[in-house]
């Protein structure tokens, strides 16, 4: 009987320490709240923590990637989660891009409220066409941001740049 009870105590503990494990690796899909000045945003991902960090800052936030491949210049590390995909591209140890594929782009048109992105004042619209948002100069933290749109103008893909100098 005490064997019994040791065995299902330890079973338990395994699972409780698979879940948190798995809550780390797949970066909750909770919404957070972004607040910065009188403005508040539900945000699906806050990609304005990821800007220049490190890589090991990286795998620290995210946990293990599911996907890892090289490119003359950067590492990419990739984690997939059920509403959308998330690919780091590293360069000189920092994250330089951050690149966002969406599996559910109904209802997200806000590139900025949605990734917890504040303008700055010194943004500027370089878009031209009506399929693509493309924004340089966006604030201290984010260099450009392209947004890839739908037909009916939600979000699709969206790449957010931090460091330029991997196209110097």
Do not use: H
Request: glycine content about 2%; charged content about 25%; aromatic content about 12%.
């Amino acid at each position: 009987m005490k064997m019994m009870k040791l065995i299902l105590i330890i079973v338990f503990a395994v699972i409780i320490l698979l879940a948190i494990n798995m809550n780390k690796s797949t970066n909750a899909e909770v919404e957070t709240a972004y607040d910065n000045s009188d403005i508040k945003y539900n945000c699906l991902v806050d990609v304005e923590k990821y800007s220049r960090i490190s890589r090991d800052q990286l795998i620290d936030m995210m946990g293990v990637p599911s996907k890892f491949s090289e490119t003359n210049k950067t590492n990419i590390y990739t984690y997939e989660n059920k509403n959308y995909n998330l690919e780091f591209e590293v360069y000189d140890n920092k994250v330089v891009i951050c690149s966002i594929e969406l599996s559910d782009t109904s209802n997200l048109f806000d590139p900025f409220g949605t990734f917890g992105i504040i303008p700055g004042s010194n943004m500027i619209n370089a878009s031209t066409i009506d399929s693509l948002l493309f924004y340089k100069s966006v604030n201290d933290k984010v260099a450009r941001v392209k947004c890839f749109l739908n037909e009916d103008g939600s979000i699709n893909y969206m790449i957010v740049t931090y460091d330029l100098r991997l196209y110097e």
